[in-house]
């Protein structure tokens, strides 16, 4: 009677155990989707096409790319030169875009097309069957090669003639529009004239007004897709602005101070230079910790729980027992 009783017990403390570890999976999978929504995968290809390295907080191979070598006029090298906007651009028009001249020029090719491009060819591309040198397939895991597909069909913008191949201002932008939704949805952090926040652009330290005078095109990409290294940012896409609607707050940007001499803001390291900054990754590395510690404390309360039923189950089985012995 005992053992039968003893190996129930042990049934169902198995079985317990077993129902808690597919709950903590189920768990785990419901967290997963909720972090990355399928209308988020479009944001998700367009920061890895910004930094793939720094989305997916790995580091990638020594060296350069080694289609780098194919040119000689842009002389950065190591991480950049795996980043794919390094080569292909911000206004993602490589050779034939801002890229045309100057210290980025590469000679490569641009992947903004007019016409529809197919997931197929798009992943070919990206996997190496094109050219077995640009294959990312290492490096990205299937879903991430999905997210810059989805990216490469539905989020690429051609602005190049609403912006002033000289001056590189907004031309015919509306200033009131640009000014209400920054003032609505990024002063609050940037500062109404741009100025809380700083970040290292072409090796200075810059605010807002400086970007959108000198790179407007990566201030148009970020402002519509965010970066890695501000998850928290309010960003075009997911407020539902439109093309037009991005370059009006460029164009507002264009009026703010340029503030080389603004105080410093909090600042996360420059792309692809997390190795050379130093205290640089800190950002990284305490939303990484921050990450850790919340799944911890998810895993403990499924836990404690497991343990409050597993504890209560004993005690039947104790009291059963007892209960039978009388
Ligand atoms: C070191 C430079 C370099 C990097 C980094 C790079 N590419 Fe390319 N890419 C090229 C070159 C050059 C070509 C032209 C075809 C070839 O020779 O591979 C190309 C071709 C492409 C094409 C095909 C375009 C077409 O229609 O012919 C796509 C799409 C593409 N790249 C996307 C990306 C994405 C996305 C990334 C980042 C994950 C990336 N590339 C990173 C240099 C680069
Ligand atoms: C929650 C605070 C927050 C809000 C709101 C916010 N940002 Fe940001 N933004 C940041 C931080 C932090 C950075 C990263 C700075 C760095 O790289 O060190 C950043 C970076 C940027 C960059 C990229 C700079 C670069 O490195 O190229 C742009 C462009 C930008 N923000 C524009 C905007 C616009 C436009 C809005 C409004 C739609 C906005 N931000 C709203 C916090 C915010």
Known sequence: MKRRLLSGSFAILILVLGLGIGFNRIQSAAAFSALFQPEDLLVRGAQ????????????PPAGNHPIWARQSTNTRSGPDTWQCVSCHGWDYQGKDGAYRSGSNYTGFPGVYRPEAQSETSLRAALTGDLDPEHDFSAF???DDISALVKFLQEGLIDDNEFI????????????QNGKQRYDSSCASCHGADGQSISFRFEGQTV???????????????????GTARAPDMTIGYQLGWTAQDGRDVLLY?????????????????????????PGGPAGNFLTGILTALAA?????GFAII?????????????????????
């Not at 096409?49 to 580091?59: G, I, N, R």
């Open 296 to 300: 911890m404390a998810t895993s403990l």
């Open 207 to 225: 605010v807002l007004g400086t970007l959108a005078e000198q790179d407007p095109w990566r201030f148009l990409h970020r402002t519509r897709f």
């Open 48 to 59: 890895l096409y910004d930094d793939w390295a720094a989305v997916t907080k790995s580091q």
């Open 164 to 175: 002033d191949p000289v001056s590189l201002k907004v031309l015919d932008g509306d200033l």
């Open 253 to 277: 940007a264009q009026t703010f101070p340029t503030g080389r001499e603004a105080p410093l803001g909090p600042s996360l390291p420059d792309e692809g230079g997390l190795a050379d900054q």
């Open 306 to 326: 497991l343990g409050g039923v597993l504890i209560g189950v004993l005690l039947l089985v104790v009291w059963l027992m007892r209960g039978r012995k009388q």
């Open 140 to 142: 990205l895991e299937n």
